[in-house]
């Protein structure tokens, strides 16, 4: 009896791990296909930013050693880089040692460039964690809002304001920040940096000014797209039966429309991740802030091209791994992707 009884158990538990491994699969699969875009894009990116540096005309032996410098003396400096070895020995040699954390040193203050980078990557990582903070909860509350006063005066509103501020250049905003918060009102430093570590609310009071300036595009993209897909779900079978079942238009919205109109909004998220990393060179010109974009530029003025490779390459790895995690929310939070394939309403 006890053999018999086991059976069916035996077999029901066997297709239940068959269902959930066909279930797993797709997402398995999506999250290999982003992997392997990443391993891609990351090649690309080494061999893009070596090259660039390849086809400068920087001399370091000749300007680290003078004007007296004999031809002698610039060859044996070349020796020491390696400067005088193929170029393809000299990028497998740059990738390999930048795959320990050894991107060289400065040609003209010897310093290693990890370590430059290491003191000015907190500060451009903490403004842009920061600003995608404020993005979303400033455009994720915005299009919540607006999706459901749809067609009413806050939507309108909501619109006419990101609408503005798609036109405005971060720099532009950042300057009427600095002028109404630092100048008028005097409420908050125009400029400067304090480690977070060292003291996080004189931190807030100096990344707050050019964390909003590189969040509130990125926050009107978010609420005009949230916004958009909230509306569209909420026209759907499943939320027009689930309100027509008695449920509330904003339990309706947060226990299972906000779910699924989440991943054109990881998109964007996604896409607007560069944008911020890419607006930090001239927001940290305006607001006097020492990250990784003021390093790279002093560095390209005076052709330090160890440095400028350095911080190339690490913020091309910032913008990718940031892109795959956004990537793997997307194909967790994607119905389709975790139920097989299924047809959209089924899964729901």
Same mark, same amino acid.
């Given at each position: 009896?006890?053999?018999?009884?086991?059976?069916?158990?035996?077999?029901?538990?066997?297709?239940?791990?068959?269902a959930?491994?066909?279930?797993?699969?797709?997402?398995?699969?999506?999250?290999?296909?982003?992997?392997?875009?990443?391993?891609?894009?990351?090649?690309?990116?080494?061999?893009?930013?070596?090259?660039?540096?390849?086809?400068?005309d920087?001399?370091? &032996?000749?300007?680290?050693?003078?004007?007296?410098?004999?031809?002698?003396?610039?060859a044996r400096l070349?020796?020491?880089?390696?400067?005088?070895?193929?170029l393809?020995?000299?990028?497998?040699?740059?990738?390999?040692?930048?795959?320990?954390?050894?991107?060289?040193?400065?040609?003209?203050?010897?310093i290693?460039?990890?370590?430059?980078?290491?003191?000015?990557?907190?500060?451009?990582?903490?403004?842009?964690?920061?600003? %995608?903070?404020?993005?979303?909860?400033?455009?994720?509350?915005?299009?919540?809002?607006?999706?459901?006063?749809?067609?009413?005066?806050?939507?309108?509103?909501?619109?006419?304001?990101?609408?503005?501020?798609?036109?405005?250049p971060?720099?532009?905003?950042?300057? &009427?920040?600095?002028?109404?918060? !630092?100048?008028?009102?005097?409420?908050?430093?125009?400029?400067?940096?304090?480690?977070?570590?060292?003291d996080?609310?004189?931190?807030?009071?100096?990344?707050?000014?050019?964390? %909003?300036?590189?969040?509130?595009?990125?926050?009107?993209?978010?609420a005009?797209?949230?916004?958009?897909?909230?509306?569209?779900?909420?026209?759907?079978?499943?939320?027009?039966?689930?309100?027509?079942?008695?449920?509330?238009?904003?339990?309706?919205?947060?226990?299972?429309? %906000?779910?699924?109109?989440?991943?054109?909004?990881? !998109?964007?998220?996604?896409?607007?991740?560069?944008?911020?990393?890419?607006?930090?060179?001239?927001?940290?010109?305006?607001?006097?802030?020492?990250?990784?974009?003021?390093?790279?530029?002093?560095?390209?003025?005076?052709?330090?091209?160890?440095v400028?490779?350095g911080?190339?390459?690490?913020?091309?790895?910032?913008v990718?791994?940031?892109?795959?995690?956004?990537?793997l929310?997307?194909?967790?939070?994607?119905?389709?992707?975790?139920?097989?394939?299924?047809?959209?309403?089924?899964?729901?």
């Amino acid at each position: 009896m006890t053999l018999v009884a086991s059976a069916p158990v035996s077999l029901l538990a066997g297709r239940r791990a068959g269902a959930a491994a066909r279930r797993t699969l797709p997402a398995l699969r999506s999250l290999a296909g982003v992997a392997a875009v990443t391993v891609t894009v990351l090649f690309l990116a080494s061999v893009v930013t070596f090259g660039l540096g390849a086809l400068s005309d920087s001399n370091p &032996a000749a300007a680290a050693l003078g004007e007296t410098a004999t031809p002698a003396d610039i060859a044996r400096l070349d020796h020491e880089f390696g400067l005088d070895r193929p170029l393809a020995e000299q990028y497998v040699r740059w990738v390999g040692n930048a795959l320990t954390g050894d991107l060289g040193r400065s040609w003209f203050t010897t310093i290693p460039v990890a370590d430059s980078i290491r003191q000015a990557l907190p500060v451009d990582l903490s403004i842009a964690a920061l600003a %995608l903070v404020l993005a979303l909860l400033v455009g994720g509350g915005a299009g919540i809002g607006a999706a459901l006063s749809n067609g009413g005066v806050f939507d309108r509103a909501v619109t006419l304001v990101c609408s503005l501020l798609a036109t405005l250049p971060p720099f532009v905003i950042g300057m &009427a920040l600095i002028v109404v918060f !630092a100048v008028k009102l005097q409420l908050l430093p125009a400029g400067g940096y304090v480690p977070i570590q060292a003291d996080p609310l004189e931190w807030l009071r100096f990344a707050i000014l050019p964390a %909003l300036a590189l969040s509130l595009d990125v926050a009107a993209s978010i609420a005009r797209q949230l916004r958009t897909s909230l509306v569209g779900e909420l026209r759907e079978n499943y939320a027009v039966g689930a309100e027509m079942r008695g449920f509330g238009r904003r339990r309706v919205l947060f226990g299972h429309v %906000l779910r699924n109109a989440a991943g054109p909004t990881l !998109a964007v998220i996604g896409l607007a991740i560069p944008l911020i990393i890419g607006g930090a060179v001239i927001t940290e010109k305006l607001f006097g802030l020492p990250g990784v974009a003021q390093l790279s530029l002093q560095a390209a003025e005076r052709g330090d091209v160890p440095v400028v490779l350095g911080t190339l390459l690490v913020t091309a790895v910032v913008v990718v791994v940031a892109s795959l995690v956004v990537n793997l929310l997307q194909v967790l939070l994607n119905p389709v992707a975790r139920r097989g394939g299924g047809a959209r309403g089924a899964a729901r």
